[in-house]
């Protein structure tokens, strides 16, 4: 299974993609990791490894990922043989034409258990609802925020004390394991795309 990548951050999730690769749990191969943030350290990882990365041009829109550049990333990712693109901390929304060009082949990790608490600062969402557990979950990508078929989901408690960091930071542990695993379950035949 050849993956692309699309980070925004620090790109944990794709370093635990890639342990999993080593630790031969995982028969797949990162092709290209790109970002809108030239700055982001998911890059520097990347290049790390030796892993082909790229910055995607979004024409200055801060928050909006423009037409132009999906269809540009959507052909970079076709042009480096990605056959399974992951959104690992991407904080723009993937419309068309990106989502044509990988129908039900898009992957995104969310901090939370979808439904509950889409959007931004899911962990801080779930402290404030007072919720006694959260989570985080793979989930395909559609055109919503948040909304795509989920593919597999891990529990975590919310514990007396809790803080924002603490809570988020106990999350990425259980996403760590999660993402690896869902990518697995689609390479295995697993999670077949649903039919659109
Ligand atoms: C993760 O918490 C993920 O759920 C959310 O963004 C964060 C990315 O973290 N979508 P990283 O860049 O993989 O460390």
């Known amino acids: 299974m050849v993956l692309g990548i699309l980070g925004s951050g620090s790109g944990s999730n794709m370093q635990a993609i890639l342990d999993a690769i080593d630790a031969g749990t995982l028969d797949a191969r990162i092709a290209l990791v790109l970002s809108d943030n030239p700055h982001a350290i ?40 990605v056959e399974l693109v992951c959104l690992a901390g991407f904080m723009r929304l993937v419309k068309r034409p990106l989502l044509d060009g990988y129908p039900n082949r898009i992957l995104n990790i969310h901090p939370a258990l979808l439904p509950a608490f889409p ?54 542990v259980a996403e760590h394991r999660l993402y690896p695993a869902a990518i697995l379950r689609i390479a295995a035949g697993l999670a077949p795309a649903p039919s659109l």
């Open 42 to 81: 998911i890059l520097e990882r990347a290049r790390g490894r030796g892993i082909a990365t790229g910055v995607i041009d979004c024409r200055g829109f801060r928050t909006k990922f423009p037409e132009e550049a999906q269809a540009e990333t959507a052909g970079r990712l076709k042009a480096a043989g």
């Open 119 to 172: 959007g931004l600062e899911s962990w801080k969402q779930a402290l404030d609802a007072g919720v006694p557990e959260t989570g985080c979950t793979v989930h395909f990508v559609d055109e919503g925020m948040d909304t795509g078929p989920v593919i597999l989901q891990e529990r975590v408690p919310v514990l007396p004390g809790d803080t924002p960091q603490s809570l988020h930071a106990r999350i990425q």
